[in-house]
């Protein structure tokens, strides 16, 4: 593959990048000076976006007072949201929820949680894993069932979201969750403990789609960084696809360009390129 020093950043006009393992170090920092950074992005006529399986409420305690100058597209392009503003969102048939729970359930295949677009609900007797959890659900709901969970607790939800401490979820989602709900749900790896579904058609590709449509731009002027399977679709759909060094070689195909891995923070580099580029 090239490296972004051989493509032509002139011209980009918003840089959606994924979280884990892309934008964030293995230890879960963020880049020296990313504020300063999306700021720059915002006065040099581009957009930073942070597009991630991550639920909405967590991405905003992450950015915090820098929401009015970047985007967000949440839970794999369920929720995006534009300087504050609400874009799109996209909700779960109760049933379906419904239908994924017991399937889960019942054959033992993981643990699930129920994504809304306020908390994440998962079952009591899975408090064990908080730990993890609380990393990417700031917000959590323990309940005794999650059994008829949006019709009972009266909310919305967009996502469901199997946890695989076995680190098997990419067999998963190929041998078991695929064929049985990939024809009319879009099912995705968030790494190698994640299996993510939402409704069909709904992933970080469409999220940047959205994004573009409301800020007036073409997808051929987006620089998106992944590493992952989650975010093969944005890969593949922006004009400048970057992959990190870190990223799995099975995930060559969906990008054009190589960037330096997380914990080198490529994506502050390729942002530090643009901005040269856009300022020349």
Not at 14 to 42: H, K, N, Q, W
Not at 263 to 270: C, H, L, M, P, T
Request: with cysteine; glycine share 10%.
């Amino acid at each position: 593959m090239r490296t972004y020093e051989e493509d032509d950043l002139s011209g980009i006009r918003l840089v959606a990048s994924d979280m884990d393992m892309t934008l964030l170090a293995d230890d879960g920092s963020m880049p020296p000076r990313m504020a300063e950074r999306i700021r720059a992005l915002e006065d040099a006529g581009a957009l930073f976006a942070a597009a991630s399986g991550r639920p909405l409420y967590t991405l905003r305690d992450m950015f915090g007072d820098l929401l009015d100058h970047m985007a967000l597209i949440s839970d794999n392009g369920a929720g995006v949201v534009c300087r504050g503003e609400v874009v799109y969102k996209s909700v779960v048939d109760p049933d379906t929820i419904q239908e994924l729970t017991e399937f889960t359930l019942g054959n033992a295949y993981g643990i699930p949680t129920v994504c809304g677009l306020d908390a994440c609900y998962i079952r009591e007797c899975d408090r064990a894993y908080d730990g993890v959890f609380r990393v990417f659900y700031h917000n959590i709901e323990y309940v005794d069932s999650l059994d008829h969970l949006g019709e009972r607790l009266g909310v919305e939800l967009n996502k469901f979201t199997v946890y695989f401490p076995g680190a098997n979820a990419v067999a998963m989602r190929d041998t078991v969750y695929g064929p049985e709900f990939g024809e009319r749900l879009s099912v995705t790896c968030g790494g190698a403990v994640w299996i993510d579904i939402m409704n069909h058609g709904v992933d970080k590709g469409t999220g940047v789609a959205r994004l573009c449509d409301h800020l007036g731009i073409s997808v051929s002027d987006v620089a998106a960084c992944g590493d992952t399977d989650n975010d093969a679709e944005m890969l593949s759909l922006a004009g400048h696809g970057y992959l990190v060094a870190n990223a799995e070689k099975r995930m060559e195909p969906f990008a054009d360009f190589r960037i330096p891995s997380n914990n080198d923070r490529g994506v502050a580099q390729v942002i530090d390129a643009i901005l040269a580029a856009r300022q020349a």
